[in-house]
Nanobody
């Protein structure tokens, strides 16, 4: 079973950048599509981005398109989320997830990390 650990969150000013990382344990990381979701206080979890097992396909929520970039390094068992031009509304806990394909719905991802907090100040 793959286990996921996120890192890279923190406090940043609006307009700044952060790069989140999610490291997976186990030898089967490259079999999984990976995704990032986020959940702000008092709000429902929402899809951010997903990437196919080989990195050939990526998808983004409209709210982050053009500002966030998802990538993966299968040799390092790691998926990244580069976040640029951050806005206060990007403040949330960010979770990575592993699943069979690139869905935007969280229920299709059976494996989740514990999250990393991103706070964007205005």
């Amino acid at each position: 079973q793959v286990q996921l650990v996120e890192s890279g969150g923190g406090l940043v000013q609006a307009g700044g950048s952060l790069r989140l990382s999610c490291v997976a344990s186990g030898r089967t990381f490259s079999n999984y599509a990976m995704a990032w979701f986020r959940q702000a206080p008092g709000k429902e979890r929402e899809f951010v981005s997903t990437i196919s097992w080989n990195g050939a396909s990526t998808y983004y929520a409209d709210s982050v398109k053009g500002r966030f970039t998802i990538s993966r390094d299968n040799a390092k068992n790691t998926v990244y989320l580069q976040m640029n031009s951050l806005k206060p509304e990007d403040t949330a806990s960010y979770y990575c997830a592993a699943g069979g394909t690139t869905y935007s719905i969280g229920n299709y991802y059976p494996i989740w990390g514990k999250g990393t907090l991103v706070t964007v100040s205005s």
